[in-house]
């Protein structure tokens, strides 16, 4: 679940409330290494975190497939989905997105 936070057009974010059922899955895996890439990008470059970063983009490269995929959306309590871009994952399960248009 998403709870929307606040918008700046064309952004939007909020906070993701993964679902128990996600546990272990590969999304939660895919999350957890956009956070921790966003948290190494907003600490500045280091010899130790470029290392890390290295390792870290290898690990991402197997999960391009949710990149690239066309099959972001949110669906609201009326049960209304609209499609949205790839969204960004930051600290503390934030979340931004765009719409799709």
Avoid at 4 to 22: T, V
Avoid at 34 to 61: F, T, V, W, Y
Avoid at 63 to 86: C, L, N, P, R, Y
């Amino acid at each position: 679940m998403v709870t929307l936070k606040n918008s700046d057009f064309p952004n939007l974010w909020g906070i993701l409330e993964m679902s128990p059922s996600a546990k272990g899955s590969p999304i939660e895996k895919y999350i957890e290494l956009c956070i921790r890439e966003k948290c190494l990008l907003e600490n500045g470059p280091g010899i130790h975190q470029s290392e890390e970063m290295d390792a870290l983009r290898l690990e991402l490269e197997s999960f391009k497939h949710f990149v690239e995929s066309d099959d972001w959306s949110m669906t609201d309590e009326a049960g209304e989905v609209d499609q949205i871009m790839s969204p960004i994952f930051g600290e503390d399960y934030s979340i931004t997105w765009r719409w799709e248009f």
